[in-house]
Each structure stands twice: as C-alpha cells, then as structure tokens.
C-alpha cells in the first residue's frame, strides 16, 4: 500500500464531499426562496448564492486537478481508478446542479406577475424537493456504497419529468386579458426556464447515481433503459 497514493485519494474524497454538502445546501437555500417568493427576496438572496457557486466552481477545477495528479504520479489499481473516474463523473454533474441554482434564481429575478408563479408554487417546490432527493440518494449511494439508492434514484427521474408536464399544463391554463399577453408570456419563459433547470438538476442527479454504481461494481449503465435496472 502507497501512503502517498492513498492520502491524495482521501484529498479527493474529502474535497468532493465539501462539494457534495455545498450543493445540497445550495438546493436548500434555493427551496427556501421559492417557498417565500418575491422577487426582492430573491435579490436579497442573489450575493450568497453567488459567493457559494464560486466555491463550487473552485472545487470542480481543484478536484479534477487532484484527479488527474493522482493518475500521473501514483498509477492507482483498477478499483481505485474506477472510484476516480466516478468522482470525477460527479463532480462535473454537482458543477452544473450548481449553475441551474443560478439559472433558477435569475428567472425568479425577472418575473413581473408573482401571482403566475405563487399559482404554480407548491408544485414547483415539490419538484425541487423531489430532485434534491434524487441529488442526496445518489450521493449517500455512492458514500455509502449503496446501490439501491442509485436504482431509486434513476427510477424517480421519470417523476420529475411528470411534474414538468404537469406544471407546463397549469401554466399555460393561465387566464388573463389580452392587454396582458405580452408580459403573460415574458412570465411563462420565465416560469419554463424555472421548471427545465429543476428538471435538469434531476438529470445530473440520475448521471451521478449511474457514476457510483460504476465506482462500486464497475459496470458502466449509462443509456440503459430502466426495466433493465433490476438485473444489476
């Protein structure tokens, strides 16, 4: 055993889990906003987010970082690799969870008509909530060693393409004058960009739960369907 190899891999771990803990405290933040939402809340709340996904972005360049050092100087065994390969695969998913918080927060900026989105609130926080689930599962799976977690994380993402559905139905049912269309409709971009970054986080989420069933078994189940989840 290399005590140098394995303290740069505790690095690694150590600094992805700093990572992991950001984002989910970055969803948390976000889900508070939405569930007191106006738009001088979400400014108030603009420059911590902002400060937060700076840290986010320096980790991703300090992990990869680490990661490709690692390989170089120590050549780890294939299990160790794998476990690499998959942090790396994470990281590069937890980064973009990151920019959908940002990309939320500046649609909620841009809304003019609070009562269109307070109409679609509870069903935009369930979707959040339901996504930063999938998010905490995948990354307790790969924590943990667990892959029942990743199965049910892969397994809830077509729940979260539901509520999309769903919420773009409720929003389109909107009844409002015509003098009103054009900001109705500036407020629906807005409202759908809210809606397709939550969705996203739920993608990044299913990608990161695919990555730890790679680290644990090796098996990569990328682009399989998921009647095929229960054979692993």
Known sequence: MNPKKELAIKKIVDDFESLS?????????????????????????????????????????????RIINAIVLYQPMASDLRKLFAIYRMTLNLERIGDMVINIIHYMQQINNPALFQKNSVLIKNMLIMSTNMVTKALLSFTNNDKSYAIWTIKND???????????????????????????????????????????????????????????????????????????
Do not use: C, P, W
Not at 196 to 206: G, K, P, Q, Y
């Open 21 to 65: 803990n950001l984002v989910l405290l970055q969803l948390n933040n976000l889900e508070k906003i939405i569930d007191d939402f106006s738009v001088e809340n979400a400014n108030s709340k603009e420059k911590t987010l902002e400060k937060n996904e700076a840290k986010l972005d320096q980790f991703e360049v300090k992990i990869s970082e």
């Open 158 to 232: 077509e729940v979260i393409d539901e509520l999309n559905h769903k919420l773009m139905k409720n929003a389109i049912k909107q009844d409002y004058i015509d003098d009103k269309m054009q900001d109705l409709l500036l407020n629906f971009i807005n409202l759908k960009g809210i809606i397709s970054d939550i969705e996203r986080i739920a993608d990044h989420a299913t990608n990161i739960a695919e990555a730890s069933i790679y680290a644990s078994e090796g098996t990569d189940i990328r682009h399989r369907g998921i009647e095929n989840l229960d054979e692993l």
